[in-house]
Antibody
């Protein structure tokens, strides 16, 4: 079935790095733009980053720009989020999500997120 | 970035009630709006996209309306499984996507 499974979360000290992965199955991963969305404990959803279906376009929320890098390996059906210089305020559950339209034309009005992973918890604490 | 404001932030309702949640965008977003449902400890689930189109498999008691800056999510007859938090999201201003702050629907 169509599925996204995140991994790589954990407890990390401020200033350190962590890489999250999101394994896709049940659909043609290479046809879809993919996103990371996070949710701090007891808070709402915050969009983090997006990557186009072919990896040629990427964009980040201001809160993570310059520290986080989104990437993908379409041969492995896997999405990544490299998180550097982590801060306490990065503590959250991180979800990967699929944008619903295939071969989406970046920089035009987009689409909803129709498939979400179960999330992976990242805790930044000394 | 476009700001999305939901109201109310929370409220109590009873099974069988008709409930309405509103979402206002800080600028016009046409119909580029989605609604998600999230239950505790679970990932969000897409309910409605393009402001009023029901996602496949979502019960017909859910409906959405609006365009421009003002949108509503209506649950026509609240069921026990509908007690959850609901989020709106604009995807007009791509790629600077934004969510509303959420509306928690609790049992009265």
């Amino acid at each position: 079935q169509v599925q996204l499974v995140e991994s790589g979360g954990g407890v990390v000290q401020p200033g350190r790095s962590l890489r999250l992965s999101c394994a896709a199955s049940g659909f043609t991963f290479s046809s879809y733009a993919m996103h990371w969305v996070r949710q701090a404990p007891g808070k709402g959803l915050e969009w983090v980053a997006v990557i186009s279906y072919d990896g040629s376009n990427k964009y980040y929320a201001d809160s993570v720009k310059g520290r986080f890098t989104i990437s993908r390996d379409n041969s492995k059906n896997t999405l990544y989020l490299q998180m550097n210089s982590l801060r306490a305020e990065d503590t959250a559950v991180y979800y990967c999500a699929r944008q619903s339209r295939r071969y989406y034309d970046f920089w035009t009005p987009g689409d909803a997120f129709d498939i979400w992973g179960q999330g992976t918890m990242v805790t930044v604490s000394s | 970035a476009i700001r999305m404001t939901q109201s109310p932030s929370s409220f109590s309702a009873s099974t069988g009630d008709r409930v309405t949640i509103t979402c206002r965008a800080s600028q016009g977003i046409s119909s580029y709006l989605a609604w998600y449902q999230q239950k505790p400890g679970k990932a969000p689930k897409l309910l409605i996209y393009a402001a009023s189109t029901l996602q496949s498999g979502v019960p017909s008691r859910f409906s959405g309306s609006g365009s421009g800056t003002d949108f509503t999510l209506t649950i026509s007859c609240l069921q026990s499984e509908d007690f959850a938090t609901y989020y709106c999201q604009q995807y007009y201003s791509y790629p600077e996507l934004t969510f509303g702050g959420g509306t928690k629907v609790e049992i009265k």
